[in-house]
């Protein structure tokens, strides 16, 4: 049995969803853009634990999305969105900087996380991954900046439209995609089936330039 599970982008929670009542799940009435319905919803308090089955880059009919699969007694896929609006998604970009140090049939503890640090007016949203359930798998990838000249990742370009500056997302996006398909071909056989560029769905909150963080 597989279980489909997402990352709730307010506080990090993995959960489950269903169109019918089951065991260990709650009613959930829901409401977005004018449209609304009744579904029923499993939290995982617990980290999903198992052995590293894959890591695919997944086209759906909501958007693209990156995939962990984990394979203890059952299957378990958490799902991310690849993009958020015009950027690589926090959550997806997080993924993408461990791909390197994630070993595929190493068994792993994966929680989400959803951090705002004291003074900050941003959040900071990412799964981690444990082996053995206490050594955190580590970032391969840093950020460019001022005091890091020789980091991995573009910086967030700021271009003049119609008089005003806005973010250019476009060297970091494409750094990280093409990061991260040469990645799940080279350590987790994935097939060239999705298309060559990310298509951004709508999705409601946009990332900060960030440093690394202690997850």
């Known amino acids: 049995m597989t279980h489909y599970l997402k990352v709730s982008f307010k506080d990090g929670s993995i959960y489950e969803t269903s169109k019918e009542p089951q065991d260990g799940f709650q009613k959930n009435e829901w409401s977005v853009a004018g449209r609304s319905g009744v579904n029923y919803k499993k939290v995982y308090r617990k980290p999903i634990s198992g052995a590293l089955v894959s890591i695919k880059h997944r086209d759906t009919n909501f958007g693209q999305t990156l995939a962990v699969v984990l394979r203890n007694e059952d299957y378990f896929q958490i799902e991310v969105p690849l993009m958020d609006r015009d950027e690589i998604s926090p959550f997806a970009e997080n993924i993408i900087r461990q791909l390197p140090n994630l070993q595929k049939g190493m068994e792993y503890d994966v929680t989400g996380f959803v951090y705002q640090p004291e003074g900050s007016k941003y959040q900071y949203r990412g799964l981690t991954f444990r082996k053995d359930g206490t050594e955190k798998v580590e970032k391969a990838l840093t950020y460019q900046t001022a005091n ?68």
Request: net charge negative; hydrophobic share 20%.
């Open 148 to 215: 890091n000249p020789d980091g991995d990742i573009p910086p967030i370009e700021w271009k003049e439209s119609m008089g005003k500056k806005k973010p250019d997302f476009e060297k970091r996006n494409d750094y990280l995609y093409n990061f991260m398909k040469k990645q799940l071909s080279e350590n987790f056989g994935e097939s060239q089936d999705v298309p060559s560029t990310p298509e951004p769905p709508k999705v409601e909150e946009k990332k900060p330039n960030v440093e690394d963080l202690p997850f």
